[in-house]
């Protein structure tokens, strides 16, 4: 009984504009006036503990490495690349978006990003080409859903902070999930351009073009190598590798590409802290949420119910997924992984299944919400790059959710997709 009050008073504060951090503390502190003699002092204790982690110092440095790529030039050397490689299929452009936004998902992790920094060049150049500007906001919007998915990814770094598992095996995990996602949404790009008579560039790039443009990015995709080959090869942990990406990619933004100078340096350092404070607040508050609800046993209430009544461990999949996608529909994926993953990880450890697998499918499913109207950030994010409003973008995003739900059944009924390679690698 107590706990629906709480989070009737949760829901009650977010439908009030009130920012989740905030909702969740207040929620949570309505809890210990209310209904434990606990003293007011560990709400405190608890903020202070959700960030005292030297594993979650990789998110602040992810964020800032991010903000340093989306001012040094980096996207526009990975759109030159893209549209070389594949701008001469059907539907070239719209290719070239979900292509850039992978590749720009591999150095970012986080999806407003990967929007806003592909999206700024792609969409005015779609609409230039003659593609409806509606679509090709919806195009962005969905493109970006690969940021948290493809590593770095910081919803996994949250995601294996709340369950324990491997923070290199969560990063490793996300690459094949993101590449057969991207098939699917590319081939579903693909027929909807041809059908609505989106054609590519009339000249095909020939090899020597596209190895120039190759070779003037490459500085751009040694970033997640450097990540992903120094956690696995034992030089340095996953939050020394996000420190060592953002010195690498402050460099190559200033000496190689030259997008900003050193005088830039603050301005662009303190746009990515901002976000980064902002995510670190909600991180804090759901320490004590998540307290809250341990201290009333919601977590093992949930894996005991689930347990004797469904036998299924896919039910139990299906239903987490489902769970998840109108939770996204309301709120931001990084407050929904902390909330959700310390309800779900026991039951999912009862059932015996592979935590890498479970986060996958739940990174997966939150990505998924950052296109789901009303709140999906993808979509405002994209509106306000491409200057469309969003009663015009949320028409030609149902087609490409659709795809993208495909793409998390695959993943879902074949968990070797996201669990293979973390196996082979250790």
Same mark, same amino acid.
């Given at each position: ?16 504009g009130?920012?989740i951090a ?51 030039g ?17 539907g ?6 979900t ?14 990003a990967?929007?806003?920094a592909?999206?700024g060049?792609?969409i ?6 003659g ?44 690459i ?7 098939a ?13 008579g989106?054609?590519?560039?009339p ?13 003037s ?5 040694i ?17 020394e ?14 000496f ?10 603050p301005?662009?350092v ?11 607040? +909600? ?6 949420? @998540?307290? *809250?609800?341990?201290? $009333?046993? =919601?977590?093992?209430? &949930? %894996? ?8 299924s ?16 529909c ?13 309800i ?13 697998y479970?986060?996958? +499918? ?6 998924? @919400?950052? *296109?789901?109207?009303? $709140?999906? =950030?993808?979509?405002? &994010? %994209? ?6 409003g ?5 028409p ?9 739900l ?21």
């Open positions: 009984m107590e706990m629906m009050l709480v989070m009737a008073v949760f829901f009650a504060l977010l439908f009030l009130v920012p905030y909702g969740l503390i207040a929620s949570s502190m309505l809890y210990i006036v209310a209904f434990s003699k606990v003293p007011m002092i560990i709400v405190a204790q608890q903020i202070l503990k959700g960030v005292d982690s030297f594993t979650l110092l990789a998110v602040p440095f992810f964020i800032i490495a991010g903000s340093l790529m989306q001012s040094g980096i996207s526009q050397k990975i759109v030159d690349f893209a549209k070389k490689l594949v701008g001469h299929l059907p070239g452009l719209a290719v070239v978006t292509l850039a936004s992978m590749i720009f998902a591999a150095m970012t992790g986080a999806g407003a990967t929007t806003a592909v999206g060049i792609m005015p150049e779609m609409k230039k080409e593609y409806d500007g509606g679509f090709a906001c919806a195009l962005q919007a969905v493109a970006g859903i690969f940021g948290p998915i493809i590593p770095p990814s910081i919803l996994m770094v949250l995601y294996a902070v709340a369950s324990g598992a491997s923070v290199g095996d969560m990063l490793m995990a996300g094949l999930p993101g590449l057969v996602l991207g699917v949404l590319l081939t579903a790009q693909v027929i909807l351009c041809i059908r609505k989106y054609h590519g560039t000249t095909r790039a020939s090899f020597g073009e596209i190895a120039r443009s190759f070779y990015s490459v500085w751009a995709m970033a997640p190598l450097i990540i992903l080959g120094g956690i696995y090869s034992g030089v340095f942990t996953p939050t590798a996000s420190a060592v990406c953002c010195f690498y990619c402050l460099i190559i933004g200033v190689v590409y030259k997008g900003f100078r050193f005088r830039e340096i301005r662009v303190y746009a990515g802290v901002t976000s980064a404070a902002s995510i670190m607040l +909600i991180v804090a508050a759901t320490q004590i949420f @998540g307290w *809250v609800l341990t201290r $009333v046993s =919601i977590p093992q209430q &949930v %894996a005991a119910w689930f347990v004797s009544n469904v036998d461990p896919l039910v139990f999949m299906l239903a987490v997924v489902l769970i998840l996608l109108i939770a996204g309301f709120i931001d994926a990084v407050p929904n992984m902390l909330i959700f993953a310390p779900f990880v026991p039951t999912a450890m009862e059932y015996h299944i592979n935590l890498v479970f986060g996958v +499918i739940m990174v997966v499913a939150l990505c998924i @919400g950052l *296109v789901t109207p009303p $709140v999906g =950030i993808n979509l405002f &994010v %994209a509106s306000n790059v491409g200057g469309e969003i009663h015009r973008i949320i030609h995003v149902w087609v490409l959710l659709g795809a993208s495909t793409g998390l059944l695959i993943l879902l009924f074949f968990p070797v997709i996201s669990t293979i390679l973390p196996a082979v690698l250790r």
